[in-house]
């Protein structure tokens, strides 16, 4: 019988990020200055990013060797194992094999810290004593939180308020590793300090964190800014998790057919999915598909055209699949996936058709889990169980047409944290929003009128 | 360099338990039925446990072979990785090589499961349907949760009050893998019902928790009753941790000097250790440190004799190293380690000066799991930080002395649900606190003169 896990060992494990830009199907179409609607030059960055991350933000060299001293850290928990979930196959009665990559056994729980070890490293290699971000339920602070821990880097997370009192764990892990944590809005910024004056009890949003973030970095000579996905580094950075599957699928003898993977800014789909791109330019009869929440829908029912990054208008101008970002998603669990807009590398492989896109439910959703947790055993993340539902559709359709193929899920963290969102689906309370089209094209109205190029 | 992590395959994965019973270099004293006096007879057992875990209670086989439905399940996640710690030795600055057996990485976050799965495994092929099980703050509810799960065994788990009100993550942990928890005292059992008639808001105790169990699974046909620790072959089960760390080891090329686990009911310690002893025993230098609370310091102050394996006296008498059954230790927050007894096993390489033992306040041990989170990454259960503490100590001993030793510490758990535990110790709000020698007398009173042989 073949093996459960596929595990790489230490000397195995990749000794470089690959960067999709030299292999796109069609031009990238660049970030946009927002002041002069000119595209970005790196000079405009360096308030905010050392010149290292603003090079592979832009950079065109196929492969970027990962530092030794990342490879060292990343050794704590990479490379993580591939396990082909026996269970589940047999639960489901499905031909197909199903696979999972298991990024829960990073110390923060997910695939974050894969990118927030490689950011502190370049900026610790750039004199940059301390780092500033903003977190929305957590995932992505607690991931900074432990790399500017292992760089001895001061690290300032901006938590938006309502989850800062509401999910007090993710916050005491920031702690741990020595964190400051702010909930959002803050008096520590001209921002928050603005928000706080109208309403002392605002429960804050992603976008004013951002800004709030973005504003301690760009006003303090010793202190960066850092982004959690949507960003080309980023996402290169994450490709360490596709790189493996490659190696590890070889070893288990198999060939991939549909990978699964959910979608929030795309960091994590991401990193699972271009190191097989190319196989699939070269002909390889490969299918990606990513996961999303009904109540976010930006690959299914999105425009893909130029937008802010964030509700305050702050950023850079990207061209991208976005719900316009004054959309203000509905309250599901998914956190991480509540993002109105979507990385440009995967939007414009969406508009490529070479990215399929499948929206969810809730409670199809958390079934799929459920099912997963009583089969495999492991507690997936509600982001992570989209994909796992993906995976499950995926192989019952094997299952109708007798084919005998390759599925491999991203597993991208664990659901410690939201158990609270298991217990109102066992109970019956999760709702299921379908969003009119209404709420669509109301929030669209925002989104500036840009064609590039000209 | 030397790996991080070493992996074993799943083909090295150990294929039989070791029983250490035939290894002992002392009889070990029977249990004895409370009832009559006289050493506990397999049929005594029969109401609570199948058959074959009775068996492999008292025999005397060293090797006993892991069926292979166990080892599928095992697979779920094991063999878990041995890592080496080579950023908290540089923290430290010893010339020591400290490594960790990272029991975490099962779907219950713990150790536990290695037990549950064999247990609900023995219980299947015996043809019961349902297991009664207590649990405290729910580590092992939660183990024999999955477990159940995935032998489609029903679950019904009587987890104290107060745990049950202030924890509410492991309960849905529990849930989600299909299991029945109730608050106890619940008006399930004669025992609840006679407490809530007295006090309907009693917050509960294990002890009590024990009772309803074993009275739920004493008064059905279809449910035996299982428990997480201080029996033998609760320990034999456990066993499989320490033969992995022996494989892992030699793959390495070092040898153990020190082996450092924390001590509750004693079976995650056992389960490292007692693969090792015989060669303690032929003359090998090891050492094995069991670290436990200064709170319920049962191996460093108590006394070796025969006691109640619970306050409700319903239990056989064991011989054992116990603060007495009705000893109840201050609220500390390594909830797993308040037991006031510990398995007969290792009560008797105690006493046989085999095993050491060390005693450590509430913040040195929060101090240590911190230097570990903010350099290993992992944040460890306040358990498990008990160990690392010990190890800690170990290394500093061998950076005084300059001794170049190989130190194992356990890694039994992570503290993913414990960080409000953290957040005590960050916020100064840890109390340490030293027993005063009239608490354990008092309590010793009540422990029934037994001597055997008489």
Not at 29 to 34: D, G, S, T, W, Y
Not at 323 to 334: E, M, V, W
Request: net charge negative; aromatic share 8%; proline share 8%.
């Amino acid at each position: 019988m073949a093996d459960s896990k596929i595990f790489l060992s230490e000397s195995e494990m990749p000794q470089a990020w690959y960067n999709i830009q030299p292999d796109l199907p069609a031009p990238l179409m660049p970030p946009l200055n927002p002041a002069t609607g000119e595209p970005l030059v790196p000079e405009d960055l360096l308030p905010l990013f050392p010149m290292s991350l603003i090079e592979q933000e832009m950079g065109m060299e196929r492969w970027v060797d990962i530092p030794d001293e990342v490879l060292r850290i990343y050794k704590l928990w990479r490379p993580s194992p591939l396990h082909r979930a026996f269970a589940l196959e047999e639960e489901l009665g499905t031909p197909a094999r199903i696979y999972y990559k298991n990024e829960s056994v990073s110390p923060a729980g997910s695939h974050k810290p894969n990118t927030a070890v490689a950011q502190a490293y370049y900026n610790k290699q750039d004199g940059v004593t301390r780092i500033a971000t903003e977190t929305g339920a957590g995932q992505w602070g607690s991931a900074l939180a432990l790399a500017c821990s292992l760089f001895d880097i001061e690290c300032q997370v901006y938590m938006v308020r309502i989850s800062y009192d509401q999910k007090p764990y993710r916050r005491l892990m920031m702690e741990t590793w020595g964190a400051q944590c702010l909930p959002s809005p803050s008096n520590q910024t001209e921002a928050g300090r603005r928000i706080l004056a109208r309403d002392p009890d605002s429960p804050g949003s992603l976008g004013l964190a951002i800004s709030e973030a973005v504003e301690d970095a760009a006003s303090r000579e010793d202190t960066k800014y850092s982004l959690g996905s949507v960003l080309n580094h980023v996402l290169m950075h994450q490709t360490i998790t596709g790189l493996e599957i490659k190696k590890q699928l070889a070893i288990a003898g198999d060939k991939l057919d549909v990978l699964c993977g959910c979608v929030g800014g795309g960091s994590n789909f991401a990193g699972f999915c271009f190191p097989f791109v190319k196989d699939k330019l070269d002909g390889q009869d490969i299918r990606f598909v990513g996961a999303e929440p009904r109540a976010c829908p930006k690959l299914t029912r999105a425009q893909y055209r130029y937008d802010f990054g964030d509700n305050a208008q702050l950023t850079p101008l990207l061209k991208m699949h976005t719900l316009g970002h004054s959309f203000i998603p509905p309250p599901i669990h998914a956190g991480g996936l509540r993002y109105h807009g979507d990385a440009p590398l995967l939007s414009l492989l969406v508009d490529q058709k070479l990215v399929e896109a499948r929206a969810y439910y809730q409670n199809e959703v958390f079934e799929a889990a459920v099912t997963f947790a009583r089969t495999e055993g492991h507690l997936p993340a509600p982001e992570t169980a989209h994909a796992i539902k993906c995976g499950i559709d995926e192989a019952l359709r094997c299952k109708e047409t007798g084919k005998e193929e390759c599925i491999v899920i991203g597993y991208s963290g664990h659901g410690h944290f939201d158990l609270a969102s298991y217990d109102a689906y066992l109970r019956g309370q999760l709702e299921d929003v379908d969003l009119p089209q209404e709420t669509i094209d109301e929030a669209m109205k925002d989104v500036p009128d840009i064609t590039w190029p000209r």
